[in-house]
């Protein structure tokens, strides 16, 4: 279990992202394999591989791949989530950015999987270079005729297109990306069973497969390939591959593909070890997931099972370190402004308890800490988890009652002795979302 | 914009199964159709699960935000096991599935509900002891029931600037507001002018529309009710009352013919507000801006308060009896040389005994109710059979119509809940709209809004555009192809004469041809000088799609139907029977013009601002002799008036008005007449008993059960029947 390049296996060869030297390397191969394939075998294949999905819930991706109409009586969409905002997280960037076409080629994949005619790449609005790198890269798909009508002399069409966030967090959420995509406002719809699954109605009322774009380029690698040699690789449940974005107190930041299953120190190793002091914490998975002592990260492999056991997520692969200099309270502040700042303000556990979890922190934070806050934002926070919309509820939720639960000391501290248990007394001024627009005129 | 509809599913856009599943909630077992609602299902079974956003006339999609209806679901796997969902549910969006389970009495549940209280509490401002909405608010309400005693949040509350104007009539509190998205949703799914939108996001989210434009809508009102704390609020009520000082009354709008159900909340005699009162068959729940903020005319201090005589050129007070005796004189002088005419905004009981007054007791004929310009004689049976009828098809029927064809109506502006019919039928019930116009109005919503096909044809070209309809329809029909498609050698040109191109008209054909049909036509059309044609036209085209019967051409004032079925017209007696003739409005004006008429009775109409022909108007009513003009103000008419007789607004009478569709509906008494004031159909009462009639009218009732008798069509309409929703009255069938 280390390093295992899969889908990076072309990531630092010259100028790869140009579709000649993409070809030289075996690149389109697995389209044109699959273009002699029925659909239903290549959503066999990725059955065979055991791949999941690699957005952060880790749902069986053939699932999805298999629940859309066999046919092409009515429009079906392909989309690729590339909104990638989970802080820690930089793998769909990379991936984009450094091998496009692996993305393209997942996606016709999946076109030919699907039945489907268009695919849509929604890219964060941030995300300016990756985008237009991706547009070059479908121009000269284009070019070569593995893009547009009757591809490779399949009788198959796909198209892909790009669409633009406008730099929301939200529009990650999968159904929030949805009512983006179409043009509405980036707020989350009802899901299954309060409204038909994507497969059945999803943009557009039409069936749509949504997928991270680390699935398409691990499907693209699989169908290349082929699904039992990626099954060889990762765990009993969890197979293949997982790119982690390390970031944080390590002396070799950046995206490192690893075996799934993979324990948590030997990647801290690869990386490099902690810089500038000793390990204190980690969060494995994106700011969204538990943060882990180091006695429990000796226990963790990075799959998703041993990260469930260990109550943690394996998420997106936002892997980050944190060195004994960190000041959790702090982080936990700046963690609750994040998601106060992101919450779409739809449901209200989210809009007011994102708020009210910031407040309470920013006071702790300042020295205003008062006994039985602790108390209050597990509370509160237990008011938010499981109440909300959609998962940001959850993700706001989550991290604070794991930093109380593994740092419950470092809380009390400050409350009782209004600084910081680090000595670091630096509090970063309170950015204030609230700047109303409307006009003010009081009558 | 005729391609935007739900993007969410919706119970309502997929009519209830029949299939029936069973559930259970709080270990009652019931069956449902599949797919209901939780909460309906719920609600409807008497078991109370609180909510905020949720409204049964709203989209689903853009609900489930307030979660305050979370309840606990299980689902029953056909092996009997129970498995439990690990998260609550919205009850407001999940559908009824076969062995679900749900508790909502669970101390989770509980406890959830208290927490989604706090958070809606931590930054509402808790103004309640100045709030409008304070005692009569959901979210005080909820908080009574199932709220924490207090709250444990002791940081800042949010501020906003208070009394945001959102527009001349509706006012925003953005401190109160719970972001719940009713009010949006609203202008999303009923009335269509899209304009209220959530602005920026997270805590900040704020009610707004955009670029601060102000919120320019026919039923802005209506969210002013939806509202489920007060942060929408109405400019003329905002702070006037509280809601338990109010009395409320039961009335009919009289802003226009579709005859609305409303609530009057007064203060003595001081109407503060309006509020829709349910009638799931005519306005549902909604009224318009004009019945919401229009009725201020009943509290106006310009009301006359006791009967008005010219002396020496000015007005004087007089007691009733000097009324009375002077009105009974100058009536006895002239004989049948005298006339009068009724607005559309009076009571079926008044124009009733007016009728009779003048045709028993005084021998006159000369009666009228129409101030339009009418292309037809009242004696010609086309215009008794098109106005009699008014509407072949009941407003409620409206939305089961596959394809509705709107024609020469600026229909949000003529008949409002006709318009909210029509678009509701589109939006959650698929039907395809045909709109014929001659122009696009620049109101906020219409009709060619969601149109299929908008046929804005030259002014003036109505006789060719609907001939080429027909034209194309049988084209259609013939070829067995209700296609959209229309043939190649269709030109896309449009035609010099109508505007129209070929393949327009024959778009909108193939819609008609498609399934039952109805058409609503408005003044373009029930006012044209080539009505007899439009008329043949539209029965030609009903007729092609086997959906006769189905024309409506609404009258427009709240009794216009009424006045005219109670017999105000020369010619047509009660219930349009046929009776001598006489002099209809223009002929009575141009008698009294000339001095041929001694005496002229204007009742709850103002000719002078209102006829169409202005000139004759003024002419009439300056030169008549002796005129007698029963008003609420002094009108123009009234003006100009020999004599002034105090009426009384809806909210001082009891009466009936007969609507656009022919429903008789009743209007509650409120309060007392305004000073000596009286009630139309009294007045004219106490002046045939002067005048030595036979049969003395007391009380309203009275007055109802002599129409009963005598008016055909209105043998079933009797106090004991009418209730507070009215009943149809009948046409009586061909003849």
């Known amino acids: 279990m280390a390093i295992l390049n899969l889908l990076f296996e072309h990531r630092d060869v010259e100028g790869i992202g140009n579709i000649d030297v993409w070809e030289a390397n075996g690149g389109y191969e697995g389209v044109r394999k699959a273009a002699a394939l029925e659909p239903q075998v290549i959503v066999d294949e990725i059955k065979t591989s055991g791949l999941r999905g690699r957005g952060g819930a880790g749902f069986p991706t053939w699932i999805k791949w298999n629940g859309l109409p066999k046919n092409y009586d009515a429009p079906h969409y392909v989309l690729c989530n590339a909104d990638e905002g989970e802080p820690g997280t930089f793998k769909d960037r990379e991936l984009i950015l450094k091998i496009p076409h692996l993305l393209i080629e997942g996606m016709i994949l999946a076109g030919f999987a699907t039945y489907s005619k268009v695919g849509y790449v929604y890219i964060r609005g941030e995300y300016v270079e990756p985008a237009w790198q991706l547009r070059k890269a479908i121009d000269q798909a284009y070019a070569k005729g593995y893009l547009g009508k009757n591809i490779l002399g399949t009788g198959r069409d796909f198209d892909i297109y790009i669409h633009m966030g406008a730099g929301s967090y939200e529009c990650g959420e999968e159904s929030a990306l949805m009512s983006s995509l179409m043009g509405e406002r980036g707020n989350p719809r009802l899901k299954f069973p309060h409204a038909p699954l994507p497969t059945v109605a999803g943009v557009w009322q039409a069936p749509t497969l949504i997928n991270n774009v680390e699935t398409y380029c691990a499907a693209a690698w699989i169908i290349k390939h082929s699904g039992e040699e990626y099954a060889k690789y990762g765990t009993e449940k969890s197979k293949g591959t997982k790119i982690m974005s390390v970031s944080g107190h390590v002396a070799r930041t950046g995206n490192y593909e690893i075996e799934m299953g993979t324990p948590l120190m030997e990647l801290l190793n690869m990386a490099g070890g902690v810089k500038d002091g000793v390990l204190k914490a980690v969060i494995p998975g994106g700011s969204s997931v538990q943060i882990m002592r180091p006695e429990q990260c000796e226990k963790i492999n990075l799959d998703y099972e041993s990260c469930g056991a260990n109550g943690t997520l394996l998420g997106s692969g936002g892997f980050m370190v944190f060195n004994d200099k960190t000041d959790i309270v702090q982080l936990m502040r700046r963690t609750s402004q994040f998601y106060m700042h992101e919450s779409c303000g739809k449901c209200t556990p989210c809009r007011e308890g994102t708020r009210w979890l910031f407040k309470i922190l920013d006071r702790i934070a300042s020295g205003n800490g008062q006994k039985g806050d602790v108390e209050l934002l597990l509370d509160v926070c237990s008011q938010i988890d499981g109440r909300s919309y959609c998962g940001l509820g959850d993700a706001a939720a989550w991290p604070i009652v794991g930093a109380i639960k593994a740092f419950r000391s470092e809380f009390d501290y400050w409350i009782e002795h209004k600084r910081s248990p680090i000595g670091n007394t630096f509090v970063p001024p309170v950015v204030e979302a609230v700047n109303p627009v409307l006009a003010l005129t009081s009558v | ?735």
Not at chain 2, 24 to 42: F, H
Not at chain 2, 669 to 695: H, M, Q, R, Y
């Open chain 2, 1 to 735: 914009m005729s391609d935007r509809s739900l993007t969410q599913t919706e119970v309502s856009l997929n009519p209830l199964s029949s299939e029936r599943v069973n559930i259970t909630i709080d270990g009652i077992s019931l069956s449902v159709p599949k797919g209901e609602n939780v909460i309906e299902a719920a609600l409807n079974a008497g078991i109370d699960i609180p909510y905020f956003c949720y409204h049964p006339r709203l989209s689903k999609g853009d609900a489930a935000n307030c979660r305050m209806c979370l309840v606990e679901v299980a689902s029953t796997a056909p092996d009997g096991s129970v498995r439990k969902m690990p998260k609550p549910q919205t009850a407001c969006t999940l559908p009824a599935a076969e062995g679900m389970i749900i508790d909502t009495n669970t101390e989770k549940i509980n406890k959830d509900r208290k927490g989604v209280l706090e958070f809606l509490l931590i930054n509402h401002p808790l103004d309640c002891p100045v709030c409008d909405r304070g005692g009569e608010c959901p979210l005080q309400n909820n908080t009574l029931y199932y709220g924490a005693s207090a709250s444990r949040f002791t940081e800042e509350k949010r501020h906003y600037p208070k009394a945001y104007p959102l527009s001349a009539q509706v006012v925003l509190d953005r401190e109160r507001c719970i972001q719940c998205a009713r009010c949006t949703r609203f202008t999303d799914d009923i009335s269509g002018d899209a304009q209220l939108g959530l602005l920026k996001r997270g805590s900040d989210v704020e009610v707004g529309t955009f670029a601060h434009t102000s919120f320019n809508s026919k039923f802005s009102g209506n969210v002013i009710e939806l509202c489920p704390v007060g942060a929408l609020t109405s400019r003329t009520y905002r702070f006037k009352s509280r809601p338990w000082d109010l009395m409320t009354q039961k009335s009919i709008c009289s802003k226009c013919s579709n005859g609305c159900n409303i609530k009057l909340d007064y203060r003595m005699d001081e109407v503060l507000r309006v509020n829709a009162r349910l009638n799931e068959d005519v306005n549902e729940e909604w009224t318009c801006d004009r019945g919401k903020f229009g009725h201020d005319y009943i509290s106006s201090p310009d009301r006359l308060k006791s009967p008005l005589m010219r002396k020496d050129g000015k007005f004087v007070e007089v007691s009733w009896h000097q009324a009375y005796s002077l009105l009974a004189d100058k009536l006895r002088a002239a004989g049948t040389n005298c006339g009068a005419i009724a607005g559309g905004r009076t009571t079926n009981e008044s124009v009733y005994l007016l009728q009779k007054l003048f045709r028993e007791i005084l021998g006159s004929n000369n009666l009228d109710c129409r101030l339009d310009s009418n292309p037809l004689p009242a004696s010609d049976p086309l215009f008794k059979k098109s106005l009699q009828t008014g509407m072949g098809n009941k407003i409620a029927d409206l939305e089961k119509m596959k394809t509705i064809m709107v024609i020469g109506s600026d229909l949000q502006d003529e008949q409002p809940i006709l318009f909210l019919r029509v678009r509701k039928a589109w939006r959650f019930k698929g039907a395809k709209v045909v709109y014929v116009s001659d122009h696009l109005t620049t109101d906020s919503t219409a009709v060619s809004d969601f149109a299929s096909v908008n046929l804005i044809y030259q002014p003036g070209s109505e006789i060719t555009v609907l001939k080429d309809l027909e034209n194309a329809l049988a084209r259609v029909l013939s070829a067995n192809t209700a296609d959209s498609e229309p043939p190649a050698q269709l030109n896309t040109q449009p035609s010099e004469a109508t505007g129209l191109s070929n393949n327009d008209i024959h778009l909108a054909a193939s819609l008609l041809a498609k399934g039952e049909i109805t058409i609503i036509a408005g003044k373009s059309v029930s006012q044209h000088s080539q009505y007899v044609e439009l008329y043949q036209s539209l029965t030609n085209l009903l007729a092609s799609t086997n959906s006769e019967g189905n024309l409506n051409i609404p009258v427009h004032e709240c009794n216009s139907l009424g006045t005219m079925d109670m017999g105000m017209l020369p010619g047509s007696g009660p219930g349009f029977t046929k009776c001598a003739g006489g002099m209809g409005t223009a002929e009575m004006l141009q008698a009294s013009a000339d001095g041929n008429l001694q005496v002229l009775w204007v009742m709850g109409a103002d000719p002078v601002q209102n006829f169409h022909n202005n000139e004759l108007a003024v002419r009439g009513i300056e030169n008549c002799p002796f005129l007698v003009v029963s008003e609420l103000t002094l009108t123009e008419t009234a003006k100009r008036a020999d004599l002034v007789l105090p009426a009384v607004s809806i909210a001082e009478q009891e009466g009936t008005f007969t609507s656009c569709e022919g429903r008789v509906q009743k209007l509650f008494k409120a309060f007392e007449p305004v000073g000596s004031s009286k009630p139309d159909w009294l007045i004219v009462a106490e002046l045939s008993a002067i005048l030595g009639a036979k049969n003395l009218y007391f009380t309203f009732n009275d007055v109802l059960q002599s129409i009963s008798k005598e008016v055909p069509g209105y043998e079933k309409i009797n106090p004991g029947t009418i209730g507070d929703q009215g009943i149809f009255r009948t046409v009586p069938a061909a003849g």
